[in-house]
C-alpha cells in the first residue's frame, strides 16, 4: 500500500544528507566544549555538617530554625564581614539531613578559598550566637543544682538522726498489738524518708546530665570539603551531542521536504473541466 511507512526510504534520506547531520552534531559539540571549558567561570562549593544546639531551647536548637537562620541574609552578612568578601558573590544553602537531626550547610562560589572560608565563618558565628542562651540555661541548672545539693544534705542528716532514734524503738518493741502498729509505723517512716531522699539523688543525677548535655551548634568534622560542581563539562557535552544529532536529523528531513519536487497544479473551474492548453500558433497561420 502507498500508505505504507518504508524505513529504507527513511535511511536513503539520512545517507544523502549525512554530512549535514555530521556538521549540526559537531557544531553542537564544540559549542557545548567552548562554553564548558573557556567560557562559564568555575563554581566551587564547600560544605560543612553541624549539629544544631543541644538544651538551649532556642531557634538554634531546632534544625529547621538553623537552616533558616543559616540562609538569611543579615546572619551571611555578619559572617562574611571580618572577610572582606561580598555577601552577593556567595550562595548559601542550608538543609536537614534525611532522617537525622544534622544540618549541611553548603556555600558555592567562583574561587575555592571563599567557599571554604565563608562556609567556616558561618559556622563559628552559629556557633557564637548559641552560646548565651547555653550559658543562661547552665546557670539556672548550676543554681538548682546548689539547691539541691542543700535538700541532699538536709534529707541526709534527718535520716540519720531518725535511725538513731527509731532503731532503738524497733529493738525494744514487744509483741503486742501496740507494738507492732508502732513497729509498722516507723518503718513506713523510714521508707519514705529513704524514698524522698532516693528521688532527690535521682533528681541530681538528671541535673548533671542536662548540664553535661548542653552544648551550642558544633561543626562535625575537621573542614569544609571543596568541590567543583558546575560547570558539568562531561554532561554539558554529552547533551549538546544528544541534542546536536536531533537537531542535524530534522534540519536533514526539513532540507528534503523543501528539496522535493512540486506538481504544477491546473486550474479547473468548477462545474466544468480544465481548458485545454493555448498552442503557441494557430492552424492556418501564414507565419506558421
Same mark, same amino acid.
Given at each position: 500500500?502507498?500508505?505504507?511507512?518504508? @524505513?529504507?526510504?527513511?535511511?536513503?534520506? /539520512?545517507? %544523502? &544528507?549525512?554530512?549535514?547531520?555530521?556538521?549540526?552534531? @559537531?557544531?553542537?559539540? =564544540?559549542?557545548?566544549?567552548? @562554553?564548558?571549558?573557556?567560557?562559564?567561570?568555575?563554581?566551587?562549593?564547600?560544605?560543612? #555538617?553541624?549539629?544544631?544546639?543541644?538544651?538551649?531551647?532556642?531557634?538554634?536548637?531546632?534544625?529547621?530554625?538553623?537552616?533558616?537562620?543559616?540562609?538569611?541574609?543579615?546572619?551571611?552578612? %555578619?559572617?562574611?564581614?571580618?572577610?572582606?568578601?561580598?555577601?552577593?558573590?556567595?550562595?548559601?544553602?542550608?538543609?536537614?539531613? %534525611?532522617?537525622?537531626? /544534622?544540618?549541611?550547610?553548603?556555600?558555592?562560589?567562583?574561587?575555592?578559598?571563599?567557599?571554604?572560608?565563608?562556609?567556616?565563618?558561618?559556622?563559628?558565628?552559629?556557633?557564637?550566637?548559641?552560646?548565651?542562651?547555653?550559658?543562661?540555661? &547552665?546557670?539556672?541548672? &548550676?543554681?538548682?543544682?546548689?539547691?539541691?545539693?542543700?535538700? =541532699?544534705?538536709?534529707?541526709?542528716?534527718?535520716? +540519720?538522726?531518725?535511725? &538513731?532514734?527509731?532503731?532503738?524503738?524497733?529493738?525494744?518493741?514487744?509483741?503486742?498489738?501496740?507494738?507492732?502498729?508502732?513497729?509498722?509505723?516507723?518503718?513506713?517512716?523510714?521508707? *519514705?524518708?529513704?524514698?524522698?531522699? *532516693?528521688?532527690?539523688?535521682? +533528681?541530681?543525677?538528671?541535673?548533671?546530665?542536662?548540664?553535661?548535655?548542653?552544648?551550642?551548634?558544633?561543626?562535625?568534622?575537621?573542614?569544609?570539603?571543596?568541590?567543583?560542581?558546575?560547570?558539568?563539562?562531561?554532561?554539558?557535552?554529552?547533551?549538546?551531542?544528544? /541534542?546536536? #544529532?536531533? +537537531?542535524?536529523?530534522?534540519?536533514?528531513?526539513?532540507?528534503?521536504?523543501?528539496?522535493?519536487?512540486?506538481?504544477?497544479?491546473?486550474?479547473?473551474?468548477?462545474?466544468?473541466?480544465?481548458?485545454?492548453?493555448?498552442?503557441? %500558433?494557430?492552424?492556418?497561420?501564414?507565419?506558421?
Amino acid at each position: 500500500m502507498e500508505d505504507e511507512i518504508d @524505513l529504507r526510504e527513511y535511511f536513503a534520506v /539520512l545517507g %544523502r &544528507r549525512k554530512w549535514t547531520i555530521i556538521a549540526v552534531f @559537531l557544531v553542537a559539540v =564544540l559549542a557545548a566544549a567552548v @562554553l564548558s571549558f573557556f567560557v562559564l567561570p568555575p563554581i566551587y562549593e564547600a560544605s560543612l #555538617l553541624l549539629q544544631p544546639a543541644k538544651g538551649s531551647g532556642d531557634v538554634y536548637a531546632d534544625p529547621n530554625g538553623l537552616t533558616a537562620v543559616l540562609e538569611s541574609e543579615g546572619f551571611t552578612s %555578619r559572617a562574611v564581614s571580618g572577610l572582606g568578601l561580598n555577601p552577593q558573590i556567595l550562595t548559601v544553602k542550608a538543609s536537614v539531613v %534525611r532522617n537525622t537531626q /544534622l544540618v549541611r550547610l553548603s556555600v558555592r562560589a567562583k574561587d575555592p578559598h571563599q567557599a571554604r572560608r565563608a562556609v567556616e565563618a558561618l559556622a563559628n558565628l552559629a556557633g557564637e550566637e548559641s552560646r548565651p542562651s547555653i550559658e543562661k540555661k &547552665r546557670q539556672v541548672l &548550676r543554681r538548682q543544682l546548689g539547691e539541691l545539693s542543700q535538700l =541532699l544534705q538536709t534529707s541526709a542528716r534527718t535520716r +540519720a538522726d531518725l535511725r &538513731r532514734i527509731v532503731e532503738p524503738l524497733l529493738r525494744q518493741a514487744r509483741p503486742t498489738v501496740e507494738g507492732v502498729i508502732t513497729k509498722s509505723y516507723v518503718v513506713d517512716v523510714l521508707g *519514705n524518708t529513704d524514698a524522698f531522699y *532516693n528521688a532527690l539523688l535521682l +533528681a541530681q543525677v538528671n541535673l548533671n546530665l542536662q548540664m553535661t548535655d548542653l552544648q551550642p551548634v558544633q561543626v562535625l568534622g575537621a573542614q569544609g570539603a571543596v568541590q567543583l560542581v558546575a560547570p558539568r563539562k562531561t554532561l554539558n557535552i554529552a547533551l549538546a551531542a544528544v /541534542l546536536g #544529532l536531533m +537537531a542535524g536529523v530534522m534540519l536533514a528531513f526539513f532540507q528534503e521536504f523543501l528539496a522535493a519536487p512540486r506538481p504544477e497544479a491546473v486550474s479547473t473551474p468548477a462545474g466544468g473541466a480544465g481548458h485545454a492548453p493555448v498552442p503557441s %500558433r494557430l492552424p492556418g497561420d501564414p507565419h506558421s
